[in-house]
């Protein structure tokens, strides 16, 4: 079954940089677009990046466009989300996504706190 494992979080100053990993299995990776989405208290889920299968275009939230970059290793079956300049808006937990056979995978997500 797919299985999404998040990891890379933790607790940064406004400014910092933190590296998230996202490890997947249990589906041919490299076929599918991925996405990391974040969730902070009280708010809804919303969209950060997506990056497509095989010629890895990326696309990104307005508010994070610029400072966040997508990528992905299909090799090791990772998708990894760069994040510059965090801001304290930036905090919440971030999960990836991926789509397989028309069902939404989630994994448990990985909290990131951006405070001074």
């Known amino acids: 079954q797919v299985k999404l494992v998040e990891s890379g979080g933790g607790l940064v100053q406004p400014g910092g940089s933190l590296t998230l990993s996202c490890a997947a299995s249990?589906?041919?990776?490299?076929?599918?677009?991925m996405r990391w989405y974040r969730q902070a208290p009280g708010k809804e889920r919303e969209l950060v990046a997506t990056?497509?299968?095989?010629?890895?275009?990326?696309s990104y939230a307005d508010s994070v466009k610029g400072r966040f970059t997508i990528s992905r290793d299909d090799a090791k079956s990772t998708v990894f989300l760069q994040m510059n300049s965090l801001k304290l808006e930036d905090t919440a937990v971030y999960y990836c996504?991926?789509?397989?056979?028309?069902?939404?995978?989630w994994g448990q997500g990985t909290q990131v706190t951006v405070s001074s």
């Open positions: 996504q991926a789509i397989v056979g028309g069902l939404a995978s």
């Open positions: 249990g589906f041919t990776f490299r076929s599918y677009f």
């Open positions: 990056i497509t299968s095989a010629g890895g275009l990326t």
